[in-house]
């Protein structure tokens, strides 16, 4: 990730919770957000339920600022539901306002417009 953003690259590491050494290491994603990377979630992990670890993982980082992305891994809507509405009223409604509309609206905006978050 350090040589990408150093050629002038703007990396999103897709579906964060998906690795163990930034789940079981705090410090790994404190590193990669402070060199400049961008983090994504799944939206069915979002809504994944409570008793699920990885769930109160992502909800703990929506709340606490570190995610820049929601998206889905969903290959069509028959197998893997695109849970995209759940999550994006999830974050609205717990996440402050601010934080929320960064998420769902100004980063992927920026990125789509070729802007630099």
């Known amino acids: 990730m350090r040589n990408l953003i150093h050629s002038g690259y703007l990396p999103i590491l897709a579906h964060?919770?998906?690795?163990?050494?930034?789940?079981?290491?705090?410090?790994?994603l404190e590193e990669l957000k402070e060199l400049g990377c961008c983090l994504q979630v799944n939206a069915d992990t979002v809504m994944g339920g409570l008793l699920r670890k990885r769930t109160r993982f992502v909800r703990r980082l929506l709340k606490?600022?570190?995610?820049?992305?929601?998206?889905?891994?969903?290959?069509?809507?028959?197998?893997?539901?695109?849970e995209l509405r759940?999550?994006?009223?999830?974050?609205?409604?717990?996440?402050?306002?601010?934080?929320?509309?960064?998420?769902?609206?100004?980063?992927?905006?920026?990125?789509?417009?070729?802007?630099?978050?």
């Not at 964060?16 to 410090?27: H, P, T």
């Not at 934080?99 to 789509?112: C, D």
């Open 86 to 117: 759940e999550a994006s009223e999830w974050v609205v409604h717990h996440c402050r306002i601010s934080r929320a509309m960064r998420i769902l609206l100004k980063n992927p905006r920026a990125i789509w417009e070729n802007y630099i978050i």
């Open 16 to 28: 964060i919770e998906r690795y163990d050494c930034l789940i079981k290491e705090q410090k790994n």
């Open 64 to 82: 606490e600022g570190a995610i820049d992305f929601l998206s889905t891994d969903a290959h069509g809507s028959v197998h893997r539901k695109p």
